[in-house]
């Protein structure tokens, strides 16, 4: 008997894979439920106090 080998254990494949699933679900949800909270709670109504960049050009006399 080899003691390397490893035996075709069905409840292990079944635990791996949901393990798997549950994680990449956690993954999912840590990347875009805090996208969805900031964008829910962000406010469309924010003034806009951004002064207008101008430039004043002086025309060189001749």
């Known amino acids: 008997m080899n003691s390397n080998s490893q035996s075709a254990n069905p409840t292990a ?3 791996h ?3 798997d699933l549950v994680g990449t ?8 439920l805090p996208l969805f909270v900031i964008a829910h709670y ?3 109504d924010v ?4 002064q207008p960049l101008t430039y ?6 001749e």
């Open 42 to 44: 962000s406010s469309n």
């Open 47 to 50: 003034p806009n106090n951004q």
């Open 13 to 15: 494949t079944y635990s």
């Open 56 to 61: 004043q050009l002086h025309k060189a006399s």
């Open 17 to 19: 894979r949901l393990a």
């Open 25 to 32: 679900a956690i993954a999912l949800l840590t990347l875009t």
